[in-house]
């Protein structure tokens, strides 16, 4: 049931703050187009089109991480994606940013620097520290009201999310409103047979927090990625950790270890690990090695072996309902998407009830040659949505709600 406001609900004209989730993947420094671009165009696009002044709030990965990078290079994307200008001013609510604000005629569009490059930005507090926060109060006094089409961040208590809701006139955008009516129907529904959850990723520390969550509605959970190895590595294999300064596994296996042994203690019959897993070798090739074979990790796995795709198909073709929440490798490689391109087309191929869901994940859909309307759900949002399955509610709509 929609509670909150939509744009429909708005006046045309006025000056308006538009937080998008345009946080994408991010390869030797380049961002990569991908659905959320075409997704959120249209809530941008209906803005300018009814003669709105937008400044478009977004965040982009992790800092520490590479993908950590400005968004000058998502105002170009997105300027492609809605047919006009967009604007980039490289602050976030500097001097310049509220100078180029005041300059905003209808129709313009301006993007404003990464929100995660304000200290106010992070880490996690309560919305009604987050709308005391200078980054709120300086932006909130520019315009006339907020609009929060971020659904797939709405997870995160962050300034940007959280605290505009709280001192202005606030709006859901039209991505928010279809993402949000279509993952409440689908944590509402019930299935009669087997349920099965891939989960992978970079992101270990959201999906094991929401398998504990899932693991009375969910039969199989299918592993891979950088979460599958961490459970390889609960399990007694000598894999799980960084070699490199990538910093994928070690905090991670810090913050879950203790949950990630329960989990495989108490439901070791639901998850099924890899069998094998696949690397890069000397000559630049896929190779593959069992895991059992594994007497000491001494390089990076990418994705899992076809052993393993071998033992996932049967499960998926077999289940009524199948969720996909993170790759099971590193798929934007030819060479290391067996794990994920092999599950998507089993899924593809069975007429099981299906969502795909982050916004890395979901883009293996189109790279390897599938099509949107072969799934139930495409879904743009990664953390948000596993986490509307368990039917918790999410910060970022409940304060538009309130
Ligand atoms: N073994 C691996 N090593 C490195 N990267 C991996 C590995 N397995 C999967 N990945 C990466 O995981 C990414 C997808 O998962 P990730 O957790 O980042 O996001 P998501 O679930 O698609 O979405 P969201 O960011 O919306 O939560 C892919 O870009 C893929 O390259
Ligand atoms: O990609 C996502 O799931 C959202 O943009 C949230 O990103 P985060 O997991 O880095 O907070």
């Not at 790759?327 to 934007?332: C, D, K, P, S």
């Given at each position: 049931m929609m509670t909150f406001q939509t744009l429909d609900d708005l006046d045309d004209g006025q000056r308006v703050l538009v937080r998008l989730d345009l946080n994408s993947p991010v390869e030797d420094g380049t961002v990569q187009d991908n659905r959320r671009f075409d997704r959120h165009a249209e809530t941008v696009k209906e803005l300018a089109d009814r003669g709105f002044e937008v400044a478009v709030l977004a965040h982009q990965g992790r800092p520490g991480r590479d993908d950590f990078v400005s968004l000058d290079q998502h105002a170009d994307i997105l300027a492609d994606h809605i047919d006009r200008d967009v604007d980039f001013v490289d602050e976030t609510y500097g001097p310049q940013a509220i100078h180029d604000i005041a300059d905003l005629d209808s129709g313009d569009v301006l993007v404003l620097e990464n929100t995660r490059m304000c200290d106010d930005e992070l880490p996690e507090e309560d919305p009604e520290v987050k709308a005391q926060t200078e980054f709120v109060k300086t932006l909130a006094g520019e315009f006339d009201a907020y609009i929060n089409d971020a659904y797939s961040a709405a997870h995160r208590s962050h300034a940007s999310l959280v605290g505009f809701p709280l001192v202005m006139d606030a709006y859901a955008g039209r991505v928010m409103e279809t993402e949000y009516e279509a993952n409440t129907a689908i944590a509402e529904k019930e299935f009669d047979g087997q349920v099965t959850m891939v989960v992978g990723g970079t992101k270990a520390t959201d999906v094991i927090d929401v398998m504990t969550h899932l693991d009375e509605k969910v039969d199989d959970f299918l592993l891979g990625g950088i979460a599958g190895e961490l459970f390889l590595r609960a399990a007694g294999h000598p894999v799980g950790y960084d070699i490199d300064d990538a910093n994928l596994y070690d905090e991670q296996w810090e913050a879950n270890s203790e949950k990630i042994e329960s989990m495989l203690e108490d439901h070791r019959d639901q998850i099924t690990l890899a069998v094998d897993l696949a690397y890069e070798d000397e000559n630049d090739d896929r190779a593959e090695q069992a895991v059992d074979d594994i007497d000491e990790k001494s390089v990076s796995y990418l994705d899992v072996g076809s052993e393993t795709l071998m033992e996932y198909s049967p499960i998926i073709r077999e289940s009524e309902a199948v969720f996909v929440k993170g790759?099971?490798?590193?798929?934007?490689d030819e060479r290391f998407s067996v794990g994920t391109a092999g599950v998507l087309e089993a899924i593809a191929d069975t007429d099981c009830f299906s969502v795909v869901g982050g916004g890395d994940t979901s883009r293996a859909i189109e790279m390897y040659g599938m099509e949107e309307d072969e799934f139930g759900h495409v879904s743009i949002a990664g953390g948000a949505y596993i986490r509307a399955l368990t039917g918790a509610q999410l910060v970022g709509v409940e304060v538009l709600q309130r």
């Open positions: 790759a099971l490798g590193m798929f934007e």
